[in-house]
């Protein structure tokens, strides 16, 4: 028997090592990036979706930062600073970050908290906004988001106990190109890997369904999700339905959610309800008082108000009058007024005329009728407003709403299950999203003039790239077929008809970027000599999953006719082997041309095949598709295999990527494999005919039979080749060339590099700042706590008895002096000072504390002690009576070792006790705790030995004379085995063995059941007429019994040991036995 467990075992442990950084690194996050409040979730192995609580214990954190006095603030506590100081405190960043200063929406912001006008200056250079914090510090709005960021990271790190990189951050579904690249900028600058922006509609409609997967079948079924939050309200339409995708060899059907139709107010939301709140409490509080400055010039007591406003606004969600309350708001003076719910609502009243109006939208861009919604499922904090919930049952004719999520967190844990999806450490069920664009893109180029249009204006072309609701993550191609020279063309949103004039405004630019192209004419010149066919341009769109267009790669295409050699016929060998070939993944030639043919992912093959005739080529019908990438990719496939077999007929060739220079080697390849071909012909014939051979004689006819066929055959292809071939078609070769492109982004300029990198290194002396003030922070309040306890303690009785008077009264002399000394330390002390301080004072009160401790935990000690010495007394006395004199258990050393270590332990701990009987509290003791506890674990030790020993023990076999009972039991035992066992023993049997040997070998694999390893110690000499009667002794019939049920078991084991090993089972001995040792119980029972 070979024993392979130590190196299972070895390989067992190295995984685990390898396996273990790896798992250090599997957290992934999700930041739900609201205006007012941030959620973040979390996933890490043992924490599937978790909610993540922020140093306050919160499940949500407000979304703000305070700078004062040279600190950094964050949540609760920066909005207090808020509170005091407004212009120190920067929130509600998500309504003007990606925008410039000039920006409608950032004079929105302006007009809504004017007190920021004082801290806004213009970024001369990028033409954005940035606040300043004092007049040397300025920060842009993508730092000041990092920062929120990189604490939300930190919260998540506690809570998961490990670093984090990956995230899935959430934006609202409205957010356009320059405001997406923002909010990765601030992600990029605090050093978070961005897996995904998700649109928050999407978040939830994941979130939603994942729990639902049961309830989705191949019909859509189609959900509105209404968010109302703190700064807008969206409506989407999203349909679920099973689909069908391919994953490498097989066909899955998975859940999809497909976004239908969008709807949104970015000004309608809880925040416009409680500055209309809070303008009228200011109304109020100068109705009351003529003075000379108003409430609204006082930005503190504005502040004051608006935290007012939103208390009492929540409270009037359930109540219908409440009263506000201010303590000196103004000068010191109070205010005090009382609200109703009726003059709430007439605040709020052009509010709510717009609640319906992003449902109507998004049915208007889904043209999906309210019937057809099987559910309106709310979203928000808004919308648990009684009035909101009134107006839109009032709408949709619903008998009600659908309220079975969580509002607050339902978008946060459906990121973060994407990010699982998208992280590298987890397997989760696939639920496909597919996500839709909101605005429109276009592509304007001017058309290149010949010689004949010198005179004409030029005529600008629009195309359509990517169209409004069209599904993301996507790819296209566009082709300008009639561009000979160096030209440019520009990006930019299309048609925006669709919105309000007042939401045109927020878009104060709708051009994107300019995009260069050089080196047109160069690569038309270059491939114009070897008469190449020119075919365009060809640009490479791709819409990632975050919902921001990218330019991958601009070339030129140039098709060329490249002569086709004649090949000689091939045999029939090769003809079966080429067939076999293409079944199994065909030539290397069509490889390549497989490959250049496959559509650009997620674009549409039929509709290329149409653009490409005309200057565009772009997919309009994906909105239509359904999986997600991989499927369109296996679509893309299927049809470039229909566009070969349309193309075999016409014996055209298909495309190759290769150079002219690289055609030669490709077709010296092809020669070379017909070549090898003809030459595996006869060698295959040769084999077969070795086979045939070695048949038997009643399949020799039909092979004479099938070498007629083969004659016959070879002599009609003989026929067939003096008739006349019909020459081969040259075959078609793409060429492409990489064409220079400069893209100019226009909506937004970009960080440059250098400033990147001096924000990155800001934010980092930041946080490293902010790390020193915690450890600050710590280490003054453990010396601060430790003062506090230790004069708490010296009060106490224990300690006063383990103590004198006068230690006692220096002790606390030196705590207040402590105290003292710690709050006059200056507010840049370091660290260290603090800690070396309370070094001391431990030290001052170490002998006072061991004092106490060893008087409360000594007599436990003792009293274990003396258990011990009793178990382990009662132990030895018990084996002494047990101990066999012929074979003993324990030597005669063991037994008076264990002995004599419990004589010596007595005596020490009744010397022990005597001795420290003398000795007062208020001194340090002799017998500490620690000694009585060595020698407990010295008896504890001797006592698992002898009891390790017992276990482990086996019994010498017993040697009698008589084999008449031996006979006896072998009967029993042959009674006791199926037929086919009898039988497989007798076939182990070595030749010459006479019939005992047979007998002795059904006893031993009988006895392999109850007898233990101590058989490794039955001498080798004994007679084979001895052997069986070892098991001579017959037990009970209990005992029996077991012993045969546990026979039958682990007989199958002990045959296939009997055919591997033959004669070597004979030899009695703990081969026989589990390597574990499992059977000694059952010896020690029977």
Same mark, same amino acid.
């Given at each position: ?5 130590p ?13 273990a950084?790896?798992?250090?690194r ?5 930041? %739900? ?9 979390? +996933? ?22 305070a700078?004062?006095?040279?600190? &950094?603030?964050? @949540?609760?506590?920066a ?6 100081f407004?212009?120190k ?6 309504h003007?970050?990606g !925008? ?13 908290f004017?007190?920021?006008?004082e801290?806004?200056?213009k970024d001369?250079e990028r ?5 300043k ?6 920060y842009?709005a993508?730092?000041?988001?990092g920062?929120m ?14 670093d984090?990189?990956d995230?899935?951050?959430t ?9 997406r ?5 601030a ?20 979130n939603?369904?994942?729990? !639902?997967r ?7 079924q189609?959900?509105?999700f209404? %968010? ?19 994953e490498g ?6 859940p999809q ?5 969008v709807?949104?107010?970015r000004h309608?939301g809880?925040?416009?309800? #409680?500055?209309?709140l ?5 109304k109020?509080?100068?109705s009351?008082k003529? !003075? ?7 930005h ?6 608006l935290?007012e ?14 009263k506000?309350?201010? =303590? ?6 109070d205010?005090a007024?009382k ?29 999906i ?8 499922i ?19 004719g619903?008998?009600d709403?659908?309220?079975?999520i969580? #509002?607050?967190?339902a ?7 994407q990010?699982?999806?998208l ?25 290149q ?5 010198a005179?004409t204006p030029s &005529?600008v ?24 020279q160096?030209?440019?063309?520009a ?5 925006l ?11 104060? #630019?709708?051009?994107l970027?300019? +995009?260069s ?5 160069t ?6 000599? =070897?008469?190449?066919?020119y ?14 267009? &990218? ?17 000689e016929?091939?045999s ?6 080429? @067939? ?11 490889a390549?041309?497989g490959k250049?043919?496959t559509?650009?992912?997620g674009?549409a ?5 149409? #653009? ?16 997600? %990438? ?6 893309g ?7 070969e077999?349309? /193309?075999?007929?016409?014996k055209?060739g298909?495309?190759?990527?290769e150079?002219?220079a ?5 077709e010296?390849?092809?020669?070379a494999?017909e070549k090898?071909e003809?030459?595996?012909?006869p060698?295959?014939e040769?084999k077969?005919? /070795? ?12 092979t ?5 066929d083969k ?5 009609k292809?003989? /026929?067939?080749?003096?008739q ?25 300029m ?12 800001r934010?980092?002396?930041l946080?490293?700042?902010?790390q020193?003030?915690v ?8 010396l601060e706590g430790?003062?506090f ?6 009060s ?20 207040s ?7 006059e330390q ?16 431990k030290?001052?009160?170490k ?19 003396k258990?011990?010495i009793?178990?382990t ?8 009576n047990m ?5 003993p258990?324990?030597?005669k050393?063991?037994?008076?070792t *264990? ?8 005596a ?7 001795e420290?009987?003398?000795i ?6 002799t017998?500490?705790?620690?000694a ?10 001797? *006592? ?5 020993k017992?276990?482990?023990? &086996? ?7 008589e084999?008449?009972?031996t006979?006896?039991n ?10 086919n066992?009898?039988k497989? /023993? ?13 007998a002795?070998?059904?006893i031993?694999d ?31 019939? %209990? ?7 546990t ?9 296939r ?15 026989d036995l ?13």
């Amino acid at each position: 028997m070979v024993w392979c467990g130590p190196p299972k075992l070895l390989l067992c442990f190295t995984l685990i090592a390898l396996c273990a950084p790896v798992m250090g690194r599997l957290a992934v996050m999700s930041i %739900d990036l609201g205006g007012e409040f941030m959620k973040i979730a979390l +996933v890490k192995p043992g924490v599937p979706m978790e909610i993540v609580l922020d140093k306050e214990s919160s499940r949500k954190t407000r979304s703000i930062v305070a700078f004062r006095d040279g600190e &950094r603030t964050f @949540a609760n506590e920066a909005y207090n600073t808020a509170v005091r100081f407004p212009t120190k405190a920067f929130w509600f960043l998500t309504h003007i970050i990606g !925008r410039t200063y000039d920006d409608p929406l950032v004079t929105q912001f302006r007009k809504r908290f004017p007190f920021y006008d004082e801290v806004l200056v213009k970024d001369e250079e990028r033409g954005t906004i940035l606040f300043k914090e004092n007049d040397d510090t300025l920060y842009s709005a993508e730092e000041l988001l990092g920062m929120m960021l990189e604490k939300a990271r930190e919260y998540a790190q506690d809570f998961a106990e490990q670093d984090i990189k990956d995230a899935v951050i959430t934006v609202p579904t409205y957010y356009n190109q320059a405001e997406r690249r923002a909010v990765l900028t601030a992600a990029e600058l605090v050093g978070i890997n961005v897996l995904q922006l998700m649109t928050d509609n999407s978040a939830v409609a994941l979130n939603y369904g994942v729990f !639902r997967r049961k309830n989705f079948n191949a019909t859509a079924q189609y959900y509105m999700f209404y %968010d109302m939050g703190a700064t807008s309200t969206t409506a989407s339409i999203v349909s679920y339905q099973m689909v069908k995708t391919k994953e490498g060899t097989r066909v899955e059907t998975n859940p999809q959610l497909t976004v239908k139709g969008v709807g949104y107010d970015r000004h309608l939301g809880g925040l416009e309800m #409680t500055l209309r709140l809070r303008d009228h409490l200011a109304k109020v509080f100068n109705s009351k008082k003529k !003075r000379s400055i108003k409430v609204e010039d006082n930005h503190r007591a504005m502040a004051k108000l608006l935290k007012e406003a939103e208390r009492v606004k929540k409270v009037l969600s359930a109540n219908s009058e409440h009263k506000a309350q201010v =303590e000196g708001l103004v000068e010191g003076e109070d205010f005090a007024a009382k609200v109703t719910r009726d003059e709430y609502l007439e605040l709020v009243k052009d509010l709510l005329d717009r609640v319906t109006k992003p449902m109507e939208d998004a049915l208007k861009a889904s043209e999906i009728t309210m019937p057809e919604i099987s559910e309106i499922i709310l979203m928000g904090g808004g919308s648990r407003l009684p009035k909101v919930q009134e107006l839109l049952l009032a709408y949709s004719g619903k008998s009600d709403l659908g309220k079975s999520i969580n #509002t607050d967190e339902a978008a946060a844990l459906g990121a973060v299950y994407q990010a699982a999806f998208l992280g590298k450490g987890f397997k989760v069920k696939t639920f496909h999203v597919r996500d839709a664009n909101l605005f429109p893109i276009n592509v304007e180029f001017e058309k290149q003039k010949t010689a004949e249009d010198a005179g004409t204006p030029s &005529r600008v072309i629009k195309r359509t790239l990517f169209g409004r609701m069209n599904p993301y993550p996507q790819k296209k191609v566009m082709t300008f077929n009639k561009h000979y020279q160096d030209f440019s063309f520009a990006v930019r949103y299309g048609d925006l008809d669709f919105l309000s004039e007042e939401e045109k405004k927020a878009f104060h #630019t709708t051009l994107l970027s300019n +995009v260069s192209l050089q080196g047109v004419d160069t690569a038309l010149s270059k491939h114009k000599q =070897e008469e190449a066919e020119y075919k365009g341009v060809k640009a490479h769109f791709r819409m990632d999953e975050s919902g921001i267009l &990218r330019l991958d790669k601009v070339e030129s295409v140039f098709e060329k006719q490249q002569a086709v050699e004649e090949k000689e016929d091939e045999s029939t060998w090769s003809k079966i082997g080429s @067939a076999f070939g293409g079944l199994f993944g065909g030539k290397e030639g069509e490889a390549e041309e497989g490959k250049t043919e496959t559509p650009e992912e997620g674009a549409a093959p039929p509709q290329h095949a149409e #653009t490409n005739q005309t200057e565009t080529r772009s997919d309009q019908s994906g909105q239509n598709q359904t999986g997600t %990438d991989r499927s369109e990719q296996d679509q893309g496939s299927s049809d470039k295999a229909k566009e070969e077999k349309k /193309e075999k007929p016409k014996k055209k060739g298909t495309e190759s990527t290769e150079e002219k220079a690289e055609e030669e080697p490709s077709e010296k390849k092809e020669d070379a494999a017909e070549k090898k071909e003809e030459e595996e012909k006869p060698a295959t014939e040769e084999k077969k005919s /070795e086979t045939d051979g070695e048949k038997k004689e009643g399949k020799e006819e039909k092979t004479d039979e099938k070498s007629k066929d083969k004659k016959d055959k070879k002599s009609k292809e003989g /026929e067939e080749k003096k008739q006349p071939e019909k020459p081969a078609a040259p075959k078609v070769v793409t060429l492409k060339e990489d064409i220079k492109a400069d893209v100019e982004v226009k909506d937004m300029m970009q960080l440059p590099k250098q400033k990147m990198k001096e924000a990155k290194q800001r934010l980092a002396t930041l946080a490293k700042k902010d790390q020193q003030k915690v450890a600050l922070e710590k280490a003054k309040n453990e010396l601060e706590g430790y003062i506090f306890d230790s004069q708490d303690k010296l009060s106490q009785e224990t300690h006063e008895a383990c103590s004198t008077e006068e230690e006692r009264t220096s002790i606390l002399q030196q705590m207040s002096e402590a105290s003292d000394w710690l709050y006059e330390q200056p507010d840049d002390a370091k660290k260290e000072v603090y800690i070396e301080k309370l070094k001391e004072l431990k030290e001052l009160m170490k002998n006072v504390n061991l004092r106490v401790f060893e008087r409360e935990e000594r007599p436990k000690a003792l009293a274990a002690l003396k258990q011990h010495i009793n178990h382990t007394t009662v132990f030895l006395e018990t084996v002494r009576n047990m101990t066999d004199e012929e074979d003993p258990i324990f030597t005669k050393v063991e037994l008076d070792t *264990m002995d004599k270590l419990i004589n010596e332990t007595t005596a020490w701990r009744d010397q022990a006790v005597k001795e420290q009987s003398k000795i007062p509290d208020h001194k340090n003791p002799t017998l500490l705790v620690e000694a009585i506890g060595a020698k407990i674990y010295a008896l504890e030790r001797e *006592m698992k030995y002898l009891i390790n020993k017992a276990k482990n023990y &086996r019994p010498k076999p017993k040697m009698k004379k008589e084999d008449t009972t031996t006979k006896g039991n072998t009967t029993d035992s042959d009674n006791s085995k199926t037929p086919n066992e009898t039988k497989t /023993e007798e076939a182990t049997q070595p030749a010459g063995k006479d019939e005992e040997n047979e007998a002795t070998v059904e006893i031993e694999d009988e006895a392999t059941t109850t007898t233990p390893e101590s058989q490794e110690t039955a001498p080798e000499t004994e007679s084979k007429d001895e052997k069986p009667e070892e098991t001579v002794e017959k037990p009970s019939t %209990d005992t029996q019994s077991k012993t045969d049920k546990t026979s039958k078991k682990k007989r199958p084991k002990k045959k296939r040991e009997q055919e591997e090993t033959n004669a070597e089972t004979l030899e009695i001995g703990s081969d026989d036995l589990p390597a574990d040792g499992s059977d000694t119980d059952k010896h020690t029972e029977l």
